[in-house]
């Protein structure tokens, strides 16, 4: 690959990030429609079995591609070409494997997972219809985790976006057309979960081109076996591939295991909020799916934050993987405070916007829902900060080689929304929003614990007042300017009900977003030298004047 492709890790999340924005929107409508078409009790056989799927599409891709981008950079970093495209070639046939596999589990287990392990029967079909999907992505996880350790984000970019289009208009398509057609709720939920498959094999058909196209001529002295007047680094001995298997699961399956908690830890939330509204706290199993469903539907808007801070993370660890490599340790501090700096300016005033905005982003997105939903997302969007935090750490202590710390991390995280969970959900006059006070709980355990490593294992530890000080500033001017100028438009906009509830809260956002940027300028919370490692950011800094 040339090395004009290559972008430093600002440029290369500032390319994931604008996918991210594409998709955020494409994923809008789709989630949002779509707990429209199924309704609470729909919605809870689907995003129950998106819990099962997410194990297992967790332990395929959260730790192995971080483990490839690693070793791919670190070879990159060395000028080893060879060892960087047999890197690649031993972990697509590891990550085959484990995607049939783990696709053979959820084809031929479906009912059991279900009704034994979520206690919603009703869930089966749609664990089935995700089977595929997980085999496609654990193929797709390999190109992008082989790009990523290049330093090139722009195919991980486009591919992402082409899978979830694919995935929105097909998943839609299929759950209007079944339910039209008469084939009840856990079919049309399973239509949805099908589209998932769908856009999966369109984005490893771009991916296997992307790969053939611009890698293809680094692949050839490697495939030949054959070194003629070899370019730096195409005379190097690739290493054996037991030896790089062993690499690629020393460090992938600490990973994956503390990822995969978290993912467990969704689904054993789905099994644990079922069992408790009805066994402890007495509701009916229609009702503890309609409190489960609309729990759901905050979810969507709970996890936006961390789809724009994951660009970032994914950026860091080749950076910080490759400073190390070459013994730059000051580079690899000095990345890992930026970052965290940098992700609490996004991710903050995301969450407080969650929380502040809760009752017209329920009520007006998901008309008709469960009255609870509006307090389950302003719980979530305090919570949603801290899971962007923590996303930031994981990454700063993976690159860092210190990945079986976050392993660590997520087990007690999970012990603690366990052991909320299972107090909380079971009162009847708290039951479904004790699940969201448990998960902001075990993420500020997690949060506290994860700092806790880094300062006994990196050498420059994360200055927090630099880090957090003047993003809480800006976000408490933010916060109280919202809910004053919410409140105000709907006292003056003569528009009723939803609609003029939606129009309130836009006017309100885009006001917030406003006094928000002119907070972050005036402090100097995001600075001149951050804004030229993105793609015109120099000129932003110019016209904003900043220093």
């Known amino acids: ?41 729909g919605y809870s056989m689907f995003i129950g079995a998106y819990s099962i799927y997410n194990i297992f599409f967790t332990l395929a891709t959260a730790g192995l591609p971080v483990a490839l981008s690693r070793m791919v950079a670190e070879a990159d970093a060395h000028g080893r070409v060879r060892q960087e495209e047999k890197t ?13 596999l783990f696709s053979l589990v959820l084809f031929l287990f479906p009912d059991w997972l279900a009704r034994d ?9 749609s664990i089935r219809a995700m089977a595929p999907a997980i085999l496609l992505v654990c193929l797709v ?81 490697y495939t030949a076996g054959i070194v003629e007047e070899a370019a730096p680094g195409e005379d190097e001995k690739p290493d054996s591939s037991f030896k790089i298997v062993r690499n690629l699961l020393s460090i992938g399956v600490p990973i994956a295991l503390g990822a995969c908690i978290m993912a467990i830890l969704n689904s054993i939330d789905s099994k644990l909020c079922m069992n408790r509204l009805q066994s402890a706290a007495h509701f009916s199993y229609f009702e503890a799916k309609v409190l489960y469903g609309v729990y759901g539907k905050a979810q969507t808007f709970f996890n936006l934050p961390a789809a724009f801070i994951t660009p970032l993370t994914i950026s860091i660890v080749p950076a910080i993987s490759a400073a190390f490599a070459r013994g730059d340790k000051g580079t690899a501090g000095k990345i890992s405070e930026d970052s965290m700096r940098i992700a609490a300016v996004i991710a903050m005033p995301m969450g407080v916007g969650l929380s502040v905005m809760s009752l017209p982003i329920m009520e007006g997105f998901y008309p008709g829902s469960h009255h609870s939903g509006p307090v389950l997302l302003a719980i979530m969007g305090a919570a949603s900060f801290f899971v962007c935090l923590l996303l930031m750490e994981n990454a700063v202590l993976q690159a860092s080689g210190k990945e079986k710390f976050t392993m660590i991390t997520m087990i007690v995280g999970g012990l603690v929304k366990i052991g909320v969970n299972w107090i909380l959900v079971a009162r009847r006059d708290v039951n479904i929003i004790g699940a969201p006070i448990g998960t902001l709980t075990s993420y500020v355990a997690m949060c506290a614990l994860n700092l806790l490593f880094m300062s006994a294992s990196l050498e420059r530890t994360p200055r927090l007042g630099r880090i957090f000080s003047k993003s809480v500033f800006c976000c408490t001017v933010m916060g109280f300017a919202a809910w004053a100028i919410f409140g105000l438009a709907s006292r003056v906009i003569p528009a009723p009900g939803r609609v003029g509830m939606l129009l309130c809260m836009f006017l309100a956002m885009a006001a917030a977003v406003v006094i928000y940027l002119v907070c972050v300028v005036a402090t100097s919370a995001v600075t001149r030298e951050d804004l030229e490692l993105i793609p015109g950011g120099s000129k932003i800094a110019t016209i904003l004047r900043m220093k």
């Open 141 to 221: 996880s390999a190109y992008r985790g082989y790009c990523q350790g290049n330093g090139n984000m722009i195919p991980t970019t486009v591919d992402e976006v082409l899978e979830v289009l694919f995935k929105v208009i097909s998943g839609l398509l299929l759950a209007a057309l079944l339910l039209r057609a008469g084939k009840g709720l856990p079919v049309g939920s399973a239509g949805a979960i099908l589209g998932v498959s769908i856009g999966s094999v369109i984005s490893l058909g771009y991916m296997i081109w992307y790969k053939h196209r611009h890698y293809s001529d680094l692949a050839a002295p």
């Open 117 to 125: 392990y979520l206690e919603n029967p009703d869930a089966a079909m």
């Open 1 to 41: 690959m040339a090395k004009s492709r290559k972008q430093n890790y600002m440029h290369g999340a500032a390319i994931l990030t604008v996918g991210v924005i594409i998709m955020k929107v494409l994923g809008f409508f789709y989630k949002v429609p779509l707990g429209n078409i199924l309704g609470d009790e």
């Open 88 to 100: 690649f070639r031993v972990a697509l046939v590891t990550f085959a494997v484990l995607g049939v």
